[in-house]
């Protein structure tokens, strides 16, 4: 990554992505690169094989690199794995002497009460996002800066993660040859590529179904207020159609793409599908039947996203 050139990767179960961005003169963006490889390596979002991780993670850059015809040095990583754990912290200061104007210092204090939790060994902060702030009885303040107070409270979301699975996930950045800049909970990088600002400010839930994991980050009041990760995603479905209909998961993987659909209302009624050779000769499914075996486990992880 250069002042010219943001480079994010997004290390999935199925897949890996990397995209080169580069940075115009108003301060927006044009994707000038981009490259996927086979996610060798990870299963349900966690490194199983550094190795293995790694090679697919240079695969998916040399792709992007001779897109843009510009080396890539270092990487902003996504991650979403089930070991990602959020929930919502505050904290509070006195303002003294009290009644003076609150200063960006003070700000700056409170939100480091907010951020002083006690956390297992094992796990480790990865985002500390600022939610609201509290004047004296006032809530739901965005900038407290320049007001008088005698107390000052902050609200953060607080996005944590199992150290060892995130020095793994460095460690195939690394092994790839190129540097880890920083690590990003998917879900929120995400919300900065789909949401507009009104969605955020009246609320949104934003929901990732990825291969091994889904992810997810609920909006209100201009920032998150919940998110986390769901250790079900694309590659259950797959098992289902392969399962249900008795063909090889190959079949199933691109059955799913090419045919399904997530609510059985929606499938042709007659509509009969032609299975590969490798499936049996001569062998037809039925696109509903298709559907039937599609929504109950998407509906599964939407009821999961739910809870």
């Known amino acids: 990554m250069t002042d010219q050139f943001i480079v994010s990767i997004d290390v999935g179960t199925t897949s890996m992505a990397v995209c ?28 199983v094989d550094i190795e293995e991780a790694a090679a697919a993670v240079r695969e998916a850059a040399g792709e992007a690199e001779r897109m843009a015809g510009a080396r890539i040095e270092g990487v902003c990583a996504g991650i979403a794995s089930p070991h990602i754990r959020c929930f919502n912290s505050r904290g509070v ?12 210092r003070d700000i700056d204090r409170v939100t480091a009460t907010a951020r002083d939790i006690t956390l297992p060994a094992d796990r480790e902060i990865l985002h500390a996002i600022p939610q ?7 809530t739901g303040i965005a900038d407290p800066a320049g ?29 790839a040859g190129y540097e880890l800049i920083n690590v990003v909970f998917d879900p929120l990088a995400a919300a900065e590529a789909v949401l ?17 994991v889904t992810s997810f980050a609920l909006f209100h009041g201009g920032c998150a ?7 079900a995603g694309g590659q259950n479905i797959t098992g289902d159609l392969a399962i249900g209909l008795r063909v090889p998961t190959a079949t199933a993987e691109a059955l799913k793409l090419e045919r399904g659909v997530a609510l059985a209302s929606m499938a042709p009624a007659e509509e009969e599908i032609e299975l590969p050779p490798e499936a049996g000769s001569g062998m037809t499914v039925r696109t509903q039947i298709v559907a039937a075996i599609v929504e109950p486990r998407c509906e599964e992880i939407f009821d999961m996203v739910k809870e």
């Open 196 to 212: 507009r600002e009104a969605e955020r400010e009246a609320g949104c839930l934003l929901v990732d179904i990825g291969g091994g």
């Open 20 to 47: 080169i961005g580069e940075v115009r003169e108003d301060g927006g963006m044009k994707i000038v690169g981009a490259g996927r490889a086979p996610s060798d390596g990870i299963r349900k979002g966690v490194v």
């Open 93 to 104: 200061i006195p303002v003294e002497p009290t009644g003076r104007e609150v200063t960006r």
């Open 225 to 231: 207020r919940a998110s986390g990760v769901i250790p």
């Open 132 to 138: 609201d702030y509290m004047v004296d009885r006032q």
């Open 147 to 175: 007001m008088s107070a005698a107390r000052l409270g902050a609200e953060l979301h607080i996005v944590t993660g199992l150290r060892q699975p995130v020095e793994h996930f460095t460690k195939v950045i690394e092994k």
